[in-house]
């Protein structure tokens, strides 16, 4: 990690529910789903290649503290871990390791128990550590686990903006749903941004996204329980076989198959997100 290139830190200001917020600048984004298996870590080191590519300075932070495994989609085999900086035994510089598609990346290691866990002494080791990368980075993507226990949620309220990943089968949709409301609801999120992964036809995740807001609509936000939530559509992925390739090398998609079709639409998810969410202030 070179300082010298370290951008003035960002402000992280506590929400009133104690959650860490950087309003100003949108540049925490975890990527989740409801359901597991659906892409997310695909999705975090392509897209973290694709923001690298346009010139912004980006640290992928393995956040699925349990059973981590970006290593093994990046090929990386770290010596030192996330693990390592929580418990003392190296710095934060001498675990972050440069990733193939010129990114960073923060790895977790795999099967520690203690960590899958949301202990007191977990929460203050993870804000202690965002406080310290956030202002290094033009991004972090958190790559996070499955569903909505308690680490995945925390996770997630560290993080200004939220990306689901869900694909078109029913089990998808439903626990995307489930964690939508449980964002609403336990988090008071107004916002969360949709990946529809392995869609089968074009305009399956704009079908989809209406759907879910038809739901949500209905059954969210009307009790004065939670605020309205708006679903924003960031983009469809298309079933490739490319993908499941580059998986088994232990490659990135966007540098093995730069012009297949699922790299073509992570470039342009990474886009909008350049556009929306990553535009300065
Ligand atoms: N667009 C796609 N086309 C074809 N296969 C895909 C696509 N996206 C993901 N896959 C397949 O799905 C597998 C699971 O992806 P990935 O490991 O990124 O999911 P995950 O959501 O991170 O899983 P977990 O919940 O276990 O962390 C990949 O190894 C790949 O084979
Ligand atoms: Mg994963």
């Known amino acids: 990690m ?4 370290a951008s003035a830190p960002a402000a992280a200001v506590a929400s009133p ?36 590519r346009r010139g912004l300075r980006v640290l992928v932070l393995d956040a699925d503290l349990g059973l981590a495994n970006l290593d093994v989609v990046l090929n990386l085999y770290p010596k030192l871990t996330l693990h390592d900086v929580f418990s003392g035994r190296c710095t934060l510089d001498e675990a972050i390791v440069q990733a193939p598609g010129g990114f960073q990346v923060l790895l977790a290691g795999s099967g520690l128990v203690e960590y899958s866990r949301l202990t007191p002494e977990v929460r203050e080791d993870f804000l202690r550590l965002m406080e310290q990368v956030v202002p290094r ?17 925390f996770a997630l309220s560290l993080a200004s903006e939220v990306l689901l990943v869900a694909t078109p089968e029913p089990t998808s949709l439903t626990d995307a ?3 939508i409301k449980v964002l609403a609801t336990q988090q008071r999120r107004q916002l969360v941004r949709l990946v529809v992964n392995q869609a089968a036809r074009p305009g399956d995740g704009r079908a989809i996204t209406a759907q879910l807001q038809a739901v ?11 605020a309205p939530i708006r679903l924003v559509h960031m983009g469809d992925i298309p079933v490739d076989k490319a993908v499941r390739e580059a998986v088994m090398r232990r490659q990135l998609l966007l540098l093995q198959a730069p012009g297949c079709p699922a790299s073509l639409a992570v470039g342009q998810i990474a886009g909008r997100l350049v556009d929306t969410v990553l535009k300065p202030a």
């Open 177 to 179: 749903y489930a964690t």
């Open 17 to 52: 529910s104690g959650v860490l917020l950087h309003p100003s600048r949108g540049k925490v984004i975890a990527i989740t789903s409801g359901k597991g298996g659906v892409g997310k870590t695909f999705l975090s080191a392509n897209l973290a290649a694709a923001l690298t």
């Open 216 to 226: 949500l609509n209905r059954f969210v936000g009307g009790d004065g329980r939670a």
């Open 137 to 153: 980075y033009d991004v972090v993507l958190l790559d996070t686990g499955a569903g909505i226990s308690d680490v995945v949620l």
């Open 2 to 5: 070179n300082d010298t290139v």
